[in-house]
């Protein structure tokens, strides 16, 4: 669940922290810039782990804060394919159930990898497990907060860098007197998905129901 990865990245200390040590100032500045963050195609990172190696420090003209070369290993959030983890229900839809872990929220089971058969109940806005047993089928609801356990099938990272404005006109300028049309609501993507699906017996429904 958790790895390390090797890192390196160019550190700015600005003036006003050159009294301080310097690998207690690159430690923060690496948390600041890293912690909390998604690199694409690596993972989320947590925490820094240890700095290997430093290079020399330099100033360059016009700024006076010094740069480093850093060499670092950072802690990251990066499941590998067909690890179990453990989470909680955080919402449901007609995408599929949707899964948190406290530190990390986009983690989606679609309908298809849920337990079957299911379906989504649209007055309750939640999923169900058509359990069926000698009494005949019984709904077990995927209510929010219950505990899951889920397999990890894919993962998906999305590109969020910031693109330049479009330069594209208009076709049809509003006219004089004419409100100009309102911008579309842009939904933005998760930089980093992980997909699954229920593992057997993935709810606590099954125990709850024998109880």
Same mark, same amino acid.
């Given at each position: 669940?958790?790895?390390?990865v090797?890192?390196?990245?160019? !550190?700015?200390i600005? =003036? $006003?922290n ?21 690199? *694409?195609?690596? /993972?989320?990172? !947590?925490?820094?782990?240890? %700095? &290997?190696?430093?290079d020399d ?6 700024? #006076?804060?010094?740069?480093?070369? %850093?060499?670092?290993?950072y ?6 394919? +067909? ?8 919402y449901?839809?007609?995408e #599929? !159930?949707? %899964?948190?872990?406290?530190f990390?929220d ?5 309908p298809e990898?849920?337990q079957?058969?299911?379906k ?6 939640? $999923?169900?497990?058509?359990?069926? &047993? ?5 709904d077990l609801y995927? +209510?929010? /907060? ?7 099938? +894919?993962?998906i990272?999305?590109d969020?860098?910031?693109t #330049?404005?479009s ?5 049809? =300028?509003?006219?004089?007197?004419e409100a100009?049309?309102?911008e ?5 993507d998760?930089? *980093?998905t992980?997909? /699954?699906?229920?593992?057997? =017996? #993935? ?5 709850? $129901?024998?109880?």
């Open positions: 669940m958790f790895v390390l090797e890192m390196i990245d160019t !550190v700015r600005p =003036p $006003w050159f009294q301080r040590q310097l690998n207690e100032a690159i430690n923060e500045e690496l948390n600041k810039k890293l912690a909390n963050k998604v690199v *694409y195609s690596v /993972g989320l990172c !947590v925490c820094l782990f240890d %700095v &290997t190696k430093l420090s330099y100033i360059f003209p016009g700024d #006076g804060a010094s740069h480093t070369k %850093v060499h670092f290993r802690v990251v959030f990066h499941p590998f394919l +067909d690890e179990i983890l453990v989470g909680k229900i955080k449901c839809s007609q #599929g !159930v949707h %899964v948190t872990m406290g990390f986009d983690i989606l089971i679609p990898s849920l079957q058969p299911a989504f109940d649209e007055a309750e806005q939640v $999923w169900l497990w058509e359990y069926e &047993t000698d009494e005949g089928a019984h995927m +209510d929010q /907060g219950e505990e899951i356990r889920f397999r990890v099938t +894919d993962e990272f999305v969020t860098s910031p #330049g404005p330069s594209a006109e208009p076709e049809c =300028p509003p006219q004089p007197g100009p049309p309102a579309e609501v842009v939904k933005k998760a930089p *980093y992980l997909i /699954g699906t229920i593992c057997e =017996p #993935g709810l606590g429904l099954l125990s709850w $129901w024998n109880n």
